[in-house]
Nanobody
Framework: QVQLVESGGGLVQAGGSLRLSCAASGRTFSIGAMGWFRQVPGKEREFVGSISYNGQAIIYTDSVKGRFTISRDNAKSTVYLQMNSLKPEDTAVYYC?????????????????WGQGTQVTVSS
């Protein structure tokens, strides 16, 4: 079993920054690519970004390109989401996800493990 725990969410004003962390525990050797998703009430869970196991392939949704950066430290079994120039529309519950396969993916159905989520609220 793999457990994922997000941290770093909170309140921030528009234009500010936050860094989310996702620490994996358990059978971490089974983890390949990892991703970040977000969800707001009344909407489907939305893809934010994904990073391959070796960190050499990264994809983002268009709305966060140039503002968000995904990185990972496999020695610490941790993936990060650095969020800069935050906008009110970034407000959501952010979820960390991990998949067994090594390839990046943008669909929630391709991920095997999920964290509980951390709230990010951006005020104007």
């Amino acid at each position: 079993q793999v457990q994922l725990v997000e941290s770093g969410g909170g309140l921030v004003q528009a234009g500010g920054s936050l860094r989310l962390s996702c620490a994996a525990s358990g059978r971490t050797f089974s983890i390949g690519a990892m991703g970040w998703f977000r969800q707001v009430p009344g909407k489907e869970r939305e893809f934010v970004g994904s990073i391959s196991y070796n960190g050499q392939a990264i994809i983002y949704t268009d709305s966060v390109k140039g503002r968000f950066t995904i990185s990972r430290d496999n020695a610490k079994s941790t993936v990060y989401l650095q969020m800069n120039s935050l906008k009110p529309e970034d407000t959501a519950v952010y979820y960390c996800a991990a998949k067994v396969g090594q390839l990046i993916a943008s669909s929630p159905t391709q991920y095997n493990y999920w964290g509980q989520g951390t709230q990010v609220t951006v005020s104007s």
